[in-house]
Every structure is written in structure tokens, then in C-alpha cells.
């Protein structure tokens, strides 16, 4: 029996350009050197003129209100008020850390490598990939506290009346709309139970229930907005002539998921007050207490 | 004619002479300030911990703008944060009864506690930061095309490290802010499907943020999570000098 090892074009080093380098010292170490102690001196400068925060002692009894994650989890926490928990939370993170680990397996030639939009069109893809991303997220934000049915409202004085309310933001799609009642108790079986006569000796079907319009609103919107947002950008810049390979489409999903992952931060650290709801910054305040009768 | 003699030596010669020709100093540092390219090249190589580093590399990769030194900023941060946390451990015990008052013990009756404490969180920031603009440093230079794929890969598993490791250490001074930080973030974890209950059990030892979760997450912040860190570090580094050194262009 005969195996063959089939040799798999598997991409080497490039090879050196010997007169085109440089010694590491001191050029190199030199710089690493400059930067190291920039960074040192910055952080003890700052490390003495400001110090880390210290609240009083933890109490599962009293609950600040806002109540907040760490700053770079305020992204998700943000996710968190416009969908299902889960999704926001966990799903979402964990599907984009592995599209953003198979972007190298995805995008496979030399092209563009080793400098700074090196291909056509990539700046004008990241930047306006990267404005999409931050003015997309906001404006979804806004929609979906309220906001610009408010501003429309409020500054315009245009209103859409009792018709249009369901517009007003993604769960009043659920709550504005006569959904007929078995729209929200759906029975469905889960995968594996067959239909059992109410007499059989396991008992009778045990049928599971799909809220239909919550199903809607906390998974199937959100999932779509993000899936197919990015999708029709991507499109659109194709059919523009702007994205022409697999690195121009990655640099557009790329620089758009940082403007929204700036945005999503940037949202849940600085525009998120009392009871999540959205206000300027300077209207922050943090009370604490049991929901409802807080100290002050 | 005049004949030009070598100068005689001056007092600071000689100071230099014996601070630095002594034998004590020869015994750690066999040569001088290496001179040559030859010794510089020699320096690099058989430093421990100038050896991460080739000996020469190309010339576009010493320009700051080509990685704003991003990459090794991280790992200097990751340094400086294991200094100020061994500083800090000396002092702090993860109990609920204590820990909070060794805190506090720390920024009033430590002499330079503030300062350490102020730098581990300072630069804990700077870290998650840093690492997050070194990866977007990486992504727009085209530097995880082949044959980098799999340090990219490496340096994904590094950035959600860093976020553990910085979300570990956010419980441990446990005030209000810890406490309710970490039962939203945990909270959040634990809404994943199937699996989510389950592993914010395992993540907080119980059903909500008391002792048992002190106690993992100091663990995991203290020798778990920064072992594996270290680990994927030496992996990322030598993958580097496998894969060429830096990316450039065809
Ligand atoms: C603790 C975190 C990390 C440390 C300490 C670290 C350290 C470094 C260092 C020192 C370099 C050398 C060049 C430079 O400074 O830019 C480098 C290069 C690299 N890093 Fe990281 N890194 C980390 C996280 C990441 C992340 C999050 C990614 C990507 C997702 C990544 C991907 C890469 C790649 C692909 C290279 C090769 C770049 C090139 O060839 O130009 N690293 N890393």
C-alpha cells in the first residue's frame, strides 16, 4: 500500500533582501527603547495625578443604577437592549471572533500585504465603510430608543398617529401590531419527540411554544439588520466597481464593524443613563438603592 | 619634527576604566558597548532578551509608522502589569471579609501602594487598548495574509485574553463598581444557550458574585489566565521570525 505525501502549496517566508536591511541594534532597539519610556513616564505622570476608582465596600443589596460592565463590555451591554440576551451577549461576539479569525482563510493572495492601502480603492472603501458603520449605528440607536419618532415629533411636529407607532422602534413592531393570538403560542415539538396519544404510557406530547412577534423583534430584526446591513454595503460597493477582491470586501466589513463597535461603546459608556435610557453625557448620574426607592 | 603622542589618559578614563573594565562587570557583561556591526548583531543574538529579536531586519519595518510599535507596547504593558501585580499581591488577600480593606490599606498605608495600584489599572486600560489598535494596525497593512494566517489566529485567542485577564482583575478590589460590573458581565455570559447557566456556575462557583467567585477570578487573574497569555505570547513571537518577520510587500 502506497501513501502519497501530496506536497500542499503552502506559503513560505518570503526570502530576505539582505541589502535592504537594517541592523536591530541599534535601529531597532533604539526605537523600542523611546517608546517604552514615552509610555512610562505617560503612565506614572498619569498614575499620579489620577487615581483608580474605589467605591464603597460591595453590597449585593444595593444596586447602582445605571449598573454597568467594564467599559470594553459596554458594546455588548449595549447589544443587549435592542435583542435577545443571548444573541447580544454571546452569540454575536462569538460568531464575529470567528469570522475575524477565518479572515486569513477567507482572503488568501498577496495583495495589499505588508503596507497601508496598498490596493486600489482601499481608502475610499475604509473610510466610507467606516462612516456607514458609525453613522448606521447611531442611527439604529436612535430608532430604536424612540428618538427620532421624538425628533421628527418635537422638532418637525410631524407625527405618524396611532397608524405608524409600530415604527417607532423595533419592539413596538410587537406591541402595535394586532397580532392574531396564536401568533404568539405557537406549539411546536422539539426535534426528536413524535406525537403521543394523550393515553401513552410516557404521557402525553409535550409541545414547546414560539412567541412569534417576540421571535421577530429580539431575533429575527436584529439578526437580519446586522447580516443583511453589511451584505447590501458590500454589494453596493461591488456593483460601484470599489470592491473587486476578497481583501477589498474584508476591508469594508472590517472598517464598518469599527465604526460600529465604536459607536456600541462609545453608546453604553457615554450615553447610557439611569434605567439604560439614552441621554447626553453631561445628564449622567449613577444612584444607587434598591429599584425604585434609591437614596437620592 | 613633532611627533604626535597618544593622549595620556584623563581622570574619567580611568573612572571609566574601573567602573566598567572591572571584573565583577566583565562576569555579566562580557563585552563592552558593542561598536561593530559584527558585536551588534552578536548582542542581539546572544542576549536573552534581545534574542526575540533578529539580528537585522528590513528597513521599512523600523519606520514607527509602519507599527507604531503597537505589538511590543502590548507585551511591555503585559510586563509592567505582572511588576505592579506582584507588588499588589504582597498586600492583597482575596477574602470578602479583606479585600476590600486591603485596598484600601494599600492607597493610605503602603508607601507608593496608590501609585502601584493606580499604574496596574492605568496601564490594565492601556493594554486592551493597545492590543485592540495593534490588531487593527495588523489588519490594514495586509499582514495576516500568508504565511501569517495562523499568527493571526494566535493573536485573536490574545485579544480575548487580554479582555479576561482585565475582566478577571476588575472584581478583585470589591466595591460597589467590581460587584456590579461583574454580575452584569456575567450575567451576560450566562444567557448563552445550553451552555451559558452552566459556565457562569463554573465561572462564579455559585449562583451570584460572593466568595467562591473572589476566589476563581483571583486565581484565573493571578496565574491562570497570564500563564496562558505568556504561552500564546512565546507562540505569537516565534511565529514572527518563522514566518519571515514582518509582512511587506511582494
Ligand atoms: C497580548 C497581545 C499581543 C501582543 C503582546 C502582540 C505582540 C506582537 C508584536 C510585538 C508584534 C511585532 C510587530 C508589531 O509590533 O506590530 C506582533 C505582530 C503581529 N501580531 Fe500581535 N500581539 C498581540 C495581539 C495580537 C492580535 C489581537 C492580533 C490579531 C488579531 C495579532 C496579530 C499579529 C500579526 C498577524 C503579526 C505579524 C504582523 C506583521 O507581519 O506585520 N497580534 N504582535
Same mark, same amino acid.
Given at each position: 500500500m502506497a501513501t502519497a505525501v501530496v506536497a500542499r502549496p503552502v506559503a513560505r517566508p518570503q526570502a530576505r533582501a539582505r541589502d535592504e536591511e537594517v541592523l536591530v541594534w541599534p535601529d531597532l532597539v533604539f526605537i523600542e527603547f523611546i517608546a517604552a519610556l514615552v509610555f512610562t513616564i505617560t503612565l506614572f505622570a498619569l498614575a499620579s495625578v489620577m487615581n483608580a476608582p474605589l467605591l464603597d465596600q460591595a453590597n449585593a443589596d444595593v444596586t447602582p443604577n445605571p449598573s454597568k460592565a467594564p467599559w470594553y463590555l459596554l458594546n455588548l451591554q449595549e447589544l443587549l437592549l435592542h435583542m435577545n440576551a443571548a444573541m447580544?451577549? &454571546?452569540?454575536?461576539?462569538t460568531i464575529w471572533l470567528v469570522i475575524m479569525g477565518a479572515f486569513p482563510y477567507f482572503d488568501r493572495d498577496n495583495d495589499g500585504q505588508g503596507a497601508y492601502f496598498a490596493t486600489e480603492n482601499s481608502v475610499k472603501i475604509t473610510v466610507?465603510?467606516?462612516?456607514?458603520?458609525?453613522?448606521?449605528?447611531?442611527?439604529?440607536?436612535?430608532?430604536?430608543?424612540g428618538k427620532i419618532a421624538f425628533f421628527l415629533n418635537d422638532w418637525f411636529g410631524l407625527s405618524g398617529g396611532d397608524r405608524l407607532r409600530f415604527?417607532?422602534? &423595533?419592539?413596538?413592531?410587537?406591541?402595535?401590531?394586532?397580532?392574531?393570538?396564536w401568533a404568539s403560542d405557537i406549539p411546536y415539538l422539539p426535534f426528536n419527540l413524535k406525537i403521543l396519544a394523550s393515553d401513552a404510557p410516557g404521557g402525553p406530547t409535550e409541545f414547546q411554544h414560539i412567541d412569534f412577534p417576540g421571535f421577530i423583534v429580539e431575533i429575527a430584526i436584529p439578526m437580519l439588520a446586522m447580516v443583511a446591513l453589511p451584505t447590501i454595503m458590500i454589494y453596493a460597493m461591488w456593483r460601484l466597481g470599489w470592491v473587486q477582491t476578497r481583501r477589498d470586501a474584508l476591508l469594508a466589513l472590517f472598517s464598518g464593524f469599527i465604526g460600529a463597535y465604536g459607536v456600541l461603546t462609545l453608546a453604553g459608556t457615554a450615553f447610557r443613563g439611569q434605567g439604560q435610557e439614552l441621554v447626553f453625557p453631561w445628564e449622567l448620574k449613577v444612584s444607587e438603592g434598591i429599584p425604585g426607592q434609591e437614596a437620592h | 619634527m613633532a611627533v604626535e603622542h597618544p593622549a595620556s589618559p584623563t581622570i574619567a578614563d580611568k573612572i571609566y576604566d574601573k567602573l566598567f573594565h572591572n571584573y565583577v562587570w566583565k562576569s555579566i557583561f562580557r563585552t563592552g558597548y558593542p561598536n561593530t556591526p559584527r558585536n551588534q548583531m552578536l548582542v542581539v543574538a546572544t542576549n536573552v532578551f534581545l534574542h526575540l529579536h533578529p539580528t537585522r531586519i528590513h528597513r521599512t519595518h523600523v519606520k514607527v509608522t509602519h507599527t507604531y510599535c503597537l505589538g511590543g507596547l502590548s507585551f511591555f504593558m503585559f510586563l509592567g502589569l505582572t511588576v505592579?501585580?506582584?507588588?499588589?499581591?504582597?498586600?492583597?488577600?482575596?477574602?470578602?471579609?479583606?479585600?476590600?480593606?486591603?485596598?484600601?490599606?494599600?492607597?493610605?498605608?503602603?508607601?507608593?501602594?496608590?501609585?502601584?495600584?493606580?499604574?496596574h489599572r492605568w496601564m490594565a486600560h492601556a493594554m486592551v487598548i493597545l492590543v485592540f489598535l495593534h490588531m487593527m494596525r495588523v489588519f490594514y497593512t495586509g499582514a495576516y495574509k500568508p504565511p501569517r494566517e495562523f499568527n493571526w489566529v494566535v493573536g485573536?485567542?490574545?485579544?480575548?485574553?487580554?479582555?479576561?485577564?482585565?475582566?478577571?482583575?476588575?472584581?478583585?478590589?470589591?466595591?460597589?463598581?467590581?460587584?456590579?460590573?461583574?454580575?452584569?458581565?456575567?450575567?451576560?455570559?450566562?444567557?448563552?444557550?445550553?451552555l451559558g447557566p452552566k459556565s457562569r456556575f463554573w465561572l462564579l462557583g455559585g449562583l451570584q458574585v460572593g466568595p467562591d467567585a473572589l476566589i476563581r477570578f483571583y486565581?484565573?487573574?493571578?496565574?491562570?489566565?497570564?500563564?496562558?497569555?505568556?504561552?500564546?505570547?512565546?507562540?505569537?513571537?516565534?511565529?514572527?521570525r518563522r514566518d519571515g518577520g514582518l509582512a511587506r510587500p511582494l
Open positions: 447580544a451577549g &454571546v452569540i454575536i461576539p466610507v465603510a467606516g462612516v456607514i458603520g458609525i453613522v448606521g449605528t447611531w442611527a439604529l440607536i436612535l430608532w430604536d430608543s415604527l417607532e422602534n &423595533v419592539r413596538s413592531f410587537q406591541s402595535q401590531v394586532q397580532w392574531p393570538d | 505592579t501585580g506582584i507588588l499588589l499581591m504582597f498586600y492583597y488577600v482575596p477574602s470578602v471579609d479583606r479585600a476590600y480593606l486591603d485596598i484600601q490599606n494599600i492607597q493610605t498605608n503602603v508607601q507608593f501602594g496608590q501609585l502601584m495600584r493606580n499604574l485573536v485567542v490574545l485579544l480575548v485574553l487580554t479582555f479576561l485577564l482585565s475582566f478577571t482583575g476588575y472584581l478583585l478590589p470589591w466595591d460597589q463598581l467590581a460587584f456590579w460590573a461583574i454580575t452584569v458581565g456575567t450575567n451576560i455570559a450566562g444567557s448563552a444557550p445550553v486565581t484565573l487573574h493571578v496565574i491562570g489566565l497570564p500563564l496562558l497569555a505568556a504561552i500564546f505570547m512565546a507562540v505569537h513571537f516565534w511565529r514572527i
